[in-house]
């Protein structure tokens, strides 16, 4: 069956960094579209970043020069390298999975409405900037 695993999360200083990581399997990696999203509290999920199967990345204009999303097809995971975190970056983070038939057809943004969007999830990895 399907997973999606994030790791990496954590309490970390305004200003530092940390890396997440989300390992797939149960599905054909390299197929799929992958996404981070994140929850603050109180908040609905916001997509943040994405990677299309060109290589195209894509981020919401909040990440957009501190985040950066790559992937990995040899080790079917893809990684959220977070820098110069701020206390607003705080929330559970997701990565997500979502299949285009065409690479044409992927995003080049975060879509506004990340729950309906992709196909698979994560259970999440809490950061907290403090």
């Known amino acids: 069956h399907v997973q999606l695993v994030e790791s990496g999360g954590g309490l970390v200083q305004p200003g530092g960094s940390l890396r997440l990581s989300c390992a797939a399997s149960?599905?054909?990696?390299?197929?799929?579209?992958m996404g981070w999203a994140r929850q603050a509290p109180g908040k609905a999920r916001e997509g943040i970043a994405g990677i299309r199967r060109d290589g195209d990345e894509y981020y919401a204009g909040s990440v957009k020069g501190r985040f950066t999303i790559s992937q990995d097809n040899a080790k079917d995971t893809v990684y959220l390298q977070m820098e110069s975190l701020k206390p607003e970056d705080t929330g559970v983070y997701y990565c997500a999975a979502v299949a285009f038939d065409v690479v044409q057809s992927e995003p080049r943004t975060p879509h506004p409405c990340p729950g309906t969007f992709y196909d698979y999830w994560g259970q999440g990895t809490q950061v907290t900037v403090s």
């Open positions: 149960g599905f054909i990696f390299s197929s799929y579209t």
